[in-house]
């Protein structure tokens, strides 16, 4: 051991082990310590909300700081809307599962054409494509959403179009609490972040392995089933689950395109609940729930991830 000490001492191992250990540990420093002013902070406060008390004169909430005098009463308060007689949050959560669900199947349909065709097909114009793609993004989020309520509207564009085609004899109020409105309108402020992951998943795919399915025997659809499909399965899982998890909690889109009763979703009923005097405590329970439910598919995701790269080995 002394000699091992010795040799060490002498060929400098143990300060460039030191050295290169610091250096990775003040790399990280600065993520290390945006995590915890910007995310774990922020959280604690959020739980020490949910389980604190209510100040009944003015109707505000009082957090609670110490865990030992945590109180579950916005829990049970929360439970009872949620599954209770006199649930009113259960059919809210149930929608909102529906329209994601529908929405993303949607987006999934439309996006994966279109990655498909501009990773094998689009050729020397795949920059060109790239740009269209990437175009939406240069728009806020808000604007995108403002456009399609005044084409939605009584005398807007889809209203004018469709009366021309003679589809419909009088005009559609699109914006007075449609489910398909608030379903499309989720699809299209989402399915550009799909296609760009699906682009990117496709694109690395190595063709060698397309045109060894095909000098095989098998036909283009049979190569695409059999080879190109199962090798872009983690880049659909990927794709989904950047485009769900931000759909469940979403509650803009739904304002604008709706801001009916009955097309509420999880995320409308969130703010309204942090909004109201005497609910910021059942809202910040909410809120926890909802992060729970959306580790469920993040933890599957890097379950899986961890399983396709150790077969991938």
Known sequence: MAARTAVASRTGTEPQQSHGRGFWIALAAPGIIWMIVLFIVPFYVVLAIAMGQLNRLFESPIPVWNPLNW?????????????GATSFAGPIVIRTIIYVAIASLISLVIAYPAAYFVARFAGRRKGLFLILLIAPFWISY???MLAWVDLLQINGYVNKTLSSLHLISQPINWLGGYPVTVILGLVYGYIPYLILVLYAGLDRIDPALIEAGRDLGLSRTRTFLRVTLPLSRQTILTGMLITVLPMIGDYYTNQLMSGAANTSMIGNLIQGQ?????????????????????LIPMIYYVVATNRSSREAI
């Open 142 to 144: 808000m604007m995108r």
């Open 274 to 294: 942090l909004g109201t005097p005497g609910l910021q405590g059942q809202g910040a329970v909410l809120s926890l729930i909802l992060l729970l439910v959306l």
């Open 71 to 83: 109180s579950s009463s916005n829990v049970i308060n929360v439970w009872h809307d949620l599954v």
